[in-house]
């Protein structure tokens, strides 16, 4: 046996395609452990991209480091506007997947297409003319300003590639298959990875461009990306496939994406608005604190990659059993998650607690810098188990369409209690009142969600025929 079968066959033994596990039958931790893995490293390679940035940036200023503490916040405000789209889409399919709907499944995945490209390209003309002014009304001092507005305008002219990449992911795994995105993301983040040093630095032939050189990078890979991930849907030999005739926008079809992936885009929208308002309080500390706030929701973003994967298998795992109507087993799978969730966390949080010095190391050698972020880290860790139920359970919201429930229980916790919260103690604990803010925050969201979910007013989630489907398209 060669030792590429035999990686093959190792790989494959771990990593199940949709045509070899079955989420609407048979026991409930298996699919969702083979569904959630992959979308594990998926997430770990996303968020490679922006750990790589972090560090090359960390190695050239503190100015820098600060600028996509900045930066950053921004640029997922600007997917959160539009992401609901791509939820909306991954509902929608594994929701025709579940009840056995291939045609229509393949008309919601080529409208989401569609929709998401339009939508980008409003979203990025117009993050780039506006991002400076923002940024500087965030509190971005002058040295700080020069390096967040040109990566944001990179980003910002580069909208498009990023965003249909993300759908091509959601799509897949709104049909069971999350796999091959995460394979797509492998290459992606190498080149990335690559290309960091020598646009940052400028070596080689490559002029320095510094925070620019780093969006520069993550433009062009993602561009790749996309490129990938249109031919893979429009061959259709792995997960949903998307029909060119199928892509005329519909307008029709539009209302129903938007009445499904509205309250999804306001509830990844009220994540991305409550660090960009924290950013206006951080704002009123030091250049380290700033540093160090940035430092901690890197390694927040890395810690809770096991949640959100979970987060996003259950929504999968909720839409395809509604589908195929089968709530009972739909609330089974979300219990499951949440406990799952809570367990990884919390021992995620301990780790973090204790070893919270080294790991703010990793991305800064100013000595003020790490004793702040560690002290950040240490009075967030012990809540982390809490947002696994927050996470599992606002899966579980979305997967049955109600994305209005995920997004009230986002707003409460982020916008009623922790921002609120953090603004009032800042003024008399200082930058300790912010990490309070989310200590009390996250315990309150995690209480809420699963009281909320108790209730089953997620019942009769099936949003497939909320608005009818158009007579599909034929192959093209």
Known sequence: MSLRSSVSDAVGSVFKGRDEIDLTEGSIGAPLFYLSIPIVVTNLLQTAYNLADTVWLGMLSKEALAAISFAFPMVFLLFSLG??????????????????????????????????????????????FVVGDVLEAMGASPGVLE??????????????????????????????????????????????????????????????????????????????????????????????????RQMVPDLSYLVKLVRIGAPASLEITSRSISVNLLLFIVGMFS???????????????????????????????????????????AER???FAAKVSFVILAAAGVVVFVFAAPIVDVFTNDREVVRVGAEFLRYVAPTFGFLGFVRAYSGGFRGA??????????????????????????QSMGEEGIWLSFLVSNVFGGLLAYAWFRRGSWRGGDVRTDVADPVTAGDD
């Open 401 to 426: 369409g109600k994305t209005l429930i995920a997004a009230a229980i986002a707003i409460t916790m982020l916008g009623v209690v922790r921002l609120p919260l953090a603004w009032v103690a800042a």
């Open 287 to 329: 250049t380290t604190v700033v540093a160090a706030f940035g430092i901690g929701i890197r390694v927040f973003s890395v810690i809770f990659l096991p949640a959100i994967a979970v987060d996003r298998g259950v929504e999968t795992m909720t839409g395809q059993n509604i589908g195929a109507g089968k709530p009972d087993r």
């Open 333 to 335: 799978a979300n219990h």
């Open 147 to 244: 390096g967040a507005t040109a990566y944001m305008q990179v980003i910002s002219g580069g909208l498009v590639f990023m965003f249909v990449f993300f759908v091509f992911v959601s799509l897949m795994r709104g049909y069971g298959d999350t796999i091959t995105p995460m394979v797509v993301m492998f290459g992606t983040v190498v080149l990335n990875i690559a290309l960091d040093p020598f646009l940052i630095f400028g070596w080689g032939p490559f002029p320095q461009m510094g925070v620019e050189g780093a969006a520069v990078a993550t433009v062009f890979a993602r561009s790749l990306a996309m490129v990938v991930g249109l031919a893979i849907l429009l061959r259709g030999e792995r997960g949903v496939q998307i029909h060119p």
């Open 83 to 128: 992401m609901g789209l791509s939820v909306a889409g991954s509902v929608l399919v594994a929701q025709h997947v579940g009840a056995e709907e291939e045609r229509e499944a393949e008309y919601a995945a080529s409208q989401t297409v569609t929709f998401s490209a339009l939508g980008s390209l409003v979203l990025g003309g117009l993050g780039y």
